[in-house]
């Protein structure tokens, strides 16, 4: 399918979309990865991380325009003062998504670009930003002003009833929608009063998905309430004591954050969404992220019996012994537990020997009617490879079929968990500016998120 990319704005100097995508990976990277800080030849990055870098940008050949688009924005937020989130959803599975500075989590060795963008099975490879919901008119401003005015509109959602398209509009939650001319040379447009703020807007009749399939891209803003009081909260320690404080590297092993998660405090409670994770955070005593990262995945989940069990794994120093031959892969994640879709993708590529392309797009139709293929096509190359018993195998396949349903993604739980570990590490060191921007105006215990505008 041919995409439409709307034009973007190559510097002089680069003779297409390409080489200015690399030129920026490469910067970003010499950056992030130098072995020494005075010398930022990109000689000094590791060869693995030259070899992950190059594997992507070729995967992302063609895709260029997509990933430049969402670079620019994420800068245009930054130098404009816009709190961004460090990533969202698959997105910190990529390392030119960190080398870009779109996510600001490093990747961890069990992510797997893939499961970011599948070639073949994606369209393009979709990013999520998430923003500070009180600036989202600027971004969509932002966005006219650089592309056309008439090059962008917010996306739509059409109802259906059965299979058939009911004549009424609304707007989407987060989607906007870049075209390469003007759209009304493009689709039927119609103007709706939004609900909330009774502005008018105009809206596609066509829904994303459907404007999609005709190869238009959208790009996905979510504005997060607990953006805008973080963002005030940064705010008033820069005016009451003249530090400002950089959200995107807040250090991720602080001891004093790490004392306060195990404390029980209820202001936990309001900064994580949950009530109750509290009391299980003191259970745990957390001291690296992946722990919060799993009981944050189970809670959101509403897995409390899981919960529960993890809780006796880490307090008596046990690993779950379902999947033993793996335990030194996952016994720091999730103390055994297959809780994440990426543990499954890493199963299916050590017993299959099978590419990690290939081990995800049989992942991924575990979801479908073309499971039984899938598990075949997974049988075969176990026994071809001669590693693991195929019967074994079989049983593996048959639990992983069981759960798939409610594994989640670990990249976008970790990008979650980050995301309040930071917001957590403010309420540590600032304590009276978070209580007065945070605590004080959070009506409720969920940092939901809301929508673009």
């Given at each position: 399918?041919?995409?439409?990319?709307?034009?973007?704005?190559?510097?002089?100097?680069?003779?297409?979309?390409?080489?200015?995508?690399?030129?920026?990976?490469?910067?970003?990277?010499?950056?992030?990865?130098?072995?020494?800080?005075?010398?930022?030849?990109?000689?000094?990055?590791?060869?693995?991380?030259?070899?992950?870098?190059?594997?992507?940008?070729?995967?992302?050949?063609?895709?260029?325009?997509?990933?430049?688009?969402?670079?620019?924005?994420?800068?245009?937020?930054?130098?404009?003062?816009?709190?961004?989130?460090?990533?969202?959803?698959?997105?910190?599975?990529?390392?030119?998504?960190?080398?870009?500075?779109?996510?600001?989590?490093?990747?961890?060795?069990?992510?797997?670009?893939?499961?970011?963008?599948?070639?073949?099975?994606?369209?393009?490879?979709?990013?999520?930003?998430?923003?500070?919901?009180?600036?989202?008119?600027?971004?969509?401003?932002?966005?006219?002003?650089?592309?056309?005015?008439?090059?962008?509109?917010?996306?739509?959602?059409?109802?259906?009833?059965?299979?058939?398209?009911?004549?009424?509009?609304?707007?989407?939650?987060?989607?906007?929608?870049?075209?390469?001319?003007?759209?009304?040379?493009?689709?039927?447009?119609?103007?709706?009063?939004?609900?909330?703020?009774?502005?008018?807007?105009?809206?596609?009749?066509?829904?994303?998905?459907?404007?999609?399939?005709?190869?238009?891209?959208?790009?996905?803003?979510?504005?997060?309430?607990?953006?805008t009081p973080t963002s005030q909260t940064l705010q008033l320690i820069k005016q009451n004591k003249g530090e400002i404080i950089d959200f995107d590297h807040i250090p991720d092993d602080d001891p004093a954050t790490m004392d306060f998660l195990a404390s029980g405090n209820e202001d936990?409670?309001?900064?994580?969404?949950?009530?109750?994770?509290?009391?299980?955070f003191a259970s745990v005593k957390p001291t690296y992220m992946q722990e919060l990262c799993a009981i944050n995945s189970l809670w959101t989940l509403n897995l409390y019996d899981d919960i529960d069990y993890y809780i006796y794994l880490v307090q008596n120093d046990k690993y779950d012994?379902?999947?033993?031959?793996?335990?030194?892969?996952?016994?720091?994640?999730?103390?055994?537990?297959?809780?994440?879709?990426?543990?499954?993708?890493?199963?299916?590529?050590?017993?299959?020997?099978?590419?990690?392309?290939?081990?995800?797009?049989?992942?991924?139709?575990?979801?479908?009617?073309?499971?039984?293929?899938?598990k075949n096509t997974f049988l075969d190359w176990v026994k071809s490879c001669g590693g693991y018993d195929v019967d074994e195998a079989e049983k593996i396949w048959d639990y992983f079929m069981e759960i798939h349903g409610k594994v989640v993604s670990m990249a976008h739980y970790l990008?979650?968990?980050?995301?309040?570990?930071?917001?957590?590490?403010?309420?540590?060191?600032?304590?009276?500016?978070?209580?007065?921007?945070?605590?004080?105006?959070?009506?409720?215990?969920?940092?939901?998120?809301?929508?673009?505008?």
């Amino acid at each position: 399918m041919k995409i439409h990319w709307p034009e973007v704005k190559i510097p002089d100097g680069f003779i297409d979309a390409e080489s200015y995508l690399r030129h920026l990976v490469y910067q970003g990277a010499k950056e992030k990865f130098v072995y020494d800080d005075n010398d930022s030849n990109v000689e000094n990055l590791r060869e693995e991380r030259i070899g992950f870098i190059e594997h992507e940008l070729e995967a992302l050949k063609g895709y260029e325009p997509y990933l430049i688009i969402s670079y620019d924005l994420v800068n245009f937020c930054r130098a404009e003062g816009i709190l961004v989130s460090p990533g969202y959803w698959n997105a910190i599975n990529s390392i030119v998504n960190y080398c870009l500075g779109i996510t600001t989590t490093e990747p961890d060795s069990y992510f797997h670009f893939e499961s970011f963008f599948l070639k073949g099975m994606d369209l393009y490879p979709k990013l999520n930003i998430q923003v500070d919901n009180t600036r989202k008119d600027e971004i969509l401003e932002y966005l006219k002003s650089t592309y056309g005015e008439y090059h962008v509109l917010r996306a739509g959602v059409g109802h259906r009833k059965g299979h058939e398209r009911v004549p009424v509009y609304d707007v989407h939650a987060c989607g906007i929608c870049i075209f390469d001319r003007p759209y009304y040379e493009i689709i039927e447009t119609t103007d709706i009063t939004e609900k909330e703020s009774g502005k008018r807007t105009t809206v596609p009749k066509l829904t994303m998905e459907e404007l999609e399939s005709l190869g238009y891209i959208n790009i996905n803003i979510l504005g997060m309430n607990c953006l805008t009081p973080t963002s005030q909260t940064l705010q008033l320690i820069k005016q009451n004591k003249g530090e400002i404080i950089d959200f995107d590297h807040i250090p991720d092993d602080d001891p004093a954050t790490m004392d306060f998660l195990a404390s029980g405090n209820e202001d936990i409670d309001v900064i994580w969404g949950c009530k109750g994770i509290a009391k299980d955070f003191a259970s745990v005593k957390p001291t690296y992220m992946q722990e919060l990262c799993a009981i944050n995945s189970l809670w959101t989940l509403n897995l409390y019996d899981d919960i529960d069990y993890y809780i006796y794994l880490v307090q008596n120093d046990k690993y779950d012994d379902r999947f033993e031959l793996f335990e030194e892969i996952f016994s720091e994640m999730s103390r055994g537990l297959i809780l994440y879709r990426e543990q499954i993708l890493c199963i299916l590529f050590i017993m299959s020997g099978l590419s990690i392309a290939e081990c995800e797009r049989i992942r991924r139709q575990m979801s479908t009617s073309n499971n039984l293929s899938a598990k075949n096509t997974f049988l075969d190359w176990v026994k071809s490879c001669g590693g693991y018993d195929v019967d074994e195998a079989e049983k593996i396949w048959d639990y992983f079929m069981e759960i798939h349903g409610k594994v989640v993604s670990m990249a976008h739980y970790l990008s979650l968990t980050v995301l309040w570990y930071r917001i957590t590490w403010l309420r540590v060191h600032y304590p009276e500016e978070f209580s007065l921007c945070y605590i004080k105006r959070t009506q409720r215990v969920c940092p939901a998120v809301s929508s673009i505008v």
